[in-house]
């Protein structure tokens, strides 16, 4: 397995939400909840203070265009009460009352918009990362995308080929349930394909609109977490298998895994106000788990020069901080400090999903990595499965 990688596209959610924003708006929405007492602390430990939506907060809580009153509607909640013993007086109050309560938006009211943004920021990626790698939408002979956060069929690929235009003939990978492994993995598959051709040209394209998850009416822990974590991006790269001026990480190996009997620690819900993402306390225990088995796989590909090979960058979405944190408690000794450095810099705006490895790719190439680094690939997502790659900096 040989492929080149060009440097990514980023484009971030162009309005910023503040993380005092959010404490001020579930603080006044839930007062009472058990966590309302230590909502500051739990915000300050994110190490998060703004993080860029593609819409804004406003549009997250924003009540839906329907009212308290049943979905029955108007006449057949008139006769209900009147048939329960309400003059009509009283039975004009209830229905003023019930109008007048503010219903929660809809699935369709809450994804729409959102839908239309990530196909918006999808076409920018893919545009900037086209201009990037010195390409045309007609140079493509594939392309893979993700969008786990705004389920639409068709999907992001038949839009972007419409939208950009591809030719007709080129292959539409859509993966639109990869979630947080979605960079990792399409770049696993992309270097399959471009191993099967080297003259192919593949385009990568995830855009996640992750706010979608911001759910006003939750207050359970686990939802203000999700309140506070996520951040909307679409990013894009084009990988190739043959080496071009542009490309600046060879791919040389993949890895993956998958930890049975997981499949219910961390999931995204479609519930009758919108999209929900379950968090459980287990999961980060489970990720962990898959980073012992990546150093497991790294340490058997470099058996024979076990004292002296290890990565001089670590570009790894393992979902949160608590995971960072084991990433370098575990790793080999005499492997030097500081690999994962520009993941955590990515984090501190938010947890980026599907798109976070190629956000944290751009930060090490932005800071000048140089030509010859060693770098691992790495990203964790519900299931609970991982994606890793193994390359060098060109």
């Not at 309400?86 to 918009?113: H, M, S, Y």
């Not at 471009?194 to 706010?211: Q, T, Y």
């Not at 680094?373 to 060109?394: C, I, K, N, Q």
Request: net charge negative; hydrophobic share 45%.
């Amino acid at each position: 397995m040989v492929a080149y990688l060009c440097p990514p596209a980023v484009i971030h959610g162009k309005h910023a939400v503040r993380t005092s924003q959010i404490v001020e708006e579930v603080r006044g929405r839930h007062p009472n909840a058990a966590w309302a007492p230590r909502v500051d602390g739990i915000a300050s430990s994110t190490g998060i203070e703004t993080r860029g939506w593609m819409l804004p907060l406003e549009a997250a809580i924003a009540p839906g265009s329907g009212s308290g009153l049943p979905a029955a509607g108007i006449g057949p909640a008139r006769e209900a009460l009147a048939g329960d013993g309400f003059t009509e007086q009283d039975v004009d109050r209830v229905i003023a009352a019930l109008e007048a309560i503010p219903a929660p938006q809809t699935v369709q009211e809450r994804t729409a918009p959102a839908w239309s943004a990530v196909q918006s920021y999808g076409e920018r990626a893919a545009r900037g990362a086209l201009q990037i790698a010195g390409l045309d939408a007609a140079d493509v002979d594939c392309l893979i995308t993700s969008h786990s956060t705004t389920p639409a069929l068709p999907g992001l690929d038949v839009s972007l080929a419409n939208r950009l235009p591809l030719r007709s003939d080129v292959l539409l990978l859509p993966a639109t349930q990869w979630a947080c492994i979605a960079g990792t993995r399409s770049l696993a598959l992309a270097a399959d394909l471009v191993a099967a051709d080297p003259d192919r040209v593949v385009l990568v394209v995830i855009a996640e609109a992750l706010s979608t998850t911001y759910q006003p009416a939750d207050d359970t822990l686990e939802s203000l977490i999700v309140r506070l974590l996520f951040a909307d991006t679409a990013v894009a790269a084009v990988v190739t298998g043959r080496p071009r001026p542009e490309s600046v990480l060879r791919l040389d190996a993949a890895w993956h895994h998958t930890l049975p009997g997981t499949q219910d620690l961390h999931r995204l819900e479609t519930r009758e106000d919108g999209t929900h993402f379950v968090m459980d306390r287990r999961g980060p225990r489970a990720v962990q788990e898959t980073v012992t088995a990546m150093w497991d796989w790294l340490r058997l590909r470099y058996q024979d020069d076990p004292g002296s090979w290890h990565p001089d960058v670590l570009l790894a979405h393992p979902g949160g901080t608590r995971v960072l944190e084991y990433m370098e408690q575990t790793m080999p000794d005499g492997w030097p400090a500081g690999l994962l450095h520009y993941s955590r810099d990515s984090y501190t705006s938010g947890n980026r999903g599907g798109a976070a490895v190629f956000d944290i790719m751009r930060r090490a190439y932005d800071a000048g990595q140089k030509a010859g680094s060693r770098a691992v690939l790495y990203a964790a997502a519900p299931g609970l499965t991982a994606t890793a790659l193994e390359g060098e900096w060109l």
